[in-house]
């Protein structure tokens, strides 16, 4: 049964029409999507455990497959999901090991994931990204800004290091906002070849 508040949320306007806060997509997919570079088609979102970015992409026209990496990570994601009926599949994985094909999405969507890896799990999930990842496809990435100082923080160089290659980066923009105590972050954009 869909409820008032989610009703509303997903069908009575555009999810990037919100204002900042709960039902608000990322800054960087609503950038990434209104850039008119990322190609329609299917969809992958990963640990995102409100359901908003996958609810929103659905809104704009793809088949969503969003996954989360923790357990219970996806309930409210899963609740919000059945309540609009929308276009979206909610997987558990592992981040290095997926179940899908290869090649099998046109846009990737990371809002945390390769931020919380370390080391040969981080360099194993970005060689499952690039085989999730059609040839053609995008990928956009967040991760922390060397602004905000926490461990792992990067500049705008050792982003486009961390990704070219094996992608070709076609953009690192700055996104504000607070998110998990961070104010300052990067967007990557960036294609497979």
């Not at 960087?28 to 929103?56: H, K, T």
């Not at 905000?148 to 700055?174: H, W, Y």
Request: with cysteine; hydrophobic share 40%.
């Amino acid at each position: 049964m869909v409820t008032p508040k989610n009703e509303v949320m997903y069908w009575g306007r555009r999810l990037k029409d919100n204002p900042p806060g709960e039902y608000r997509p990322h800054e960087a997919l609503i950038e990434a999507q209104a850039s008119r570079l990322m190609p329609s088609g299917r969809a992958l979102v990963l640990s995102n455990d409100d359901g908003i970015d996958a609810l929103f992409l659905a809104q704009e026209g793809y088949s969503v497959a969003l996954v989360g990496f923790f357990p219970g990570e996806l309930e409210i994601a899963r609740q919000r999901i059945a309540e609009t009926d929308a276009k979206v599949q909610v997987f558990s994985a592992e981040p290095t090991k997926m179940p899908f094909h290869e090649g099998e999405f046109d846009v990737v969507f990371d809002p945390r994931t390769y931020s919380s890896l370390e080391g040969r799990e981080r360099e194993l999930f970005l060689k499952e990204i690039f085989r999730l990842t059609r040839p053609g496809g995008f990928v956009v990435v967040v991760v922390p800004s060397y602004r905000d100082s926490p461990k792992g923080c990067m500049t705008r160089e050792t982003a486009i290091n961390a990704f070219q290659p094996p992608f070709e980066v076609l953009g690192v923009t700055d996104v504000g906002g607070v998110d998990e105590g961070l104010r300052y972050r990067w967007s990557i954009i960036m294609r497979r070849p």
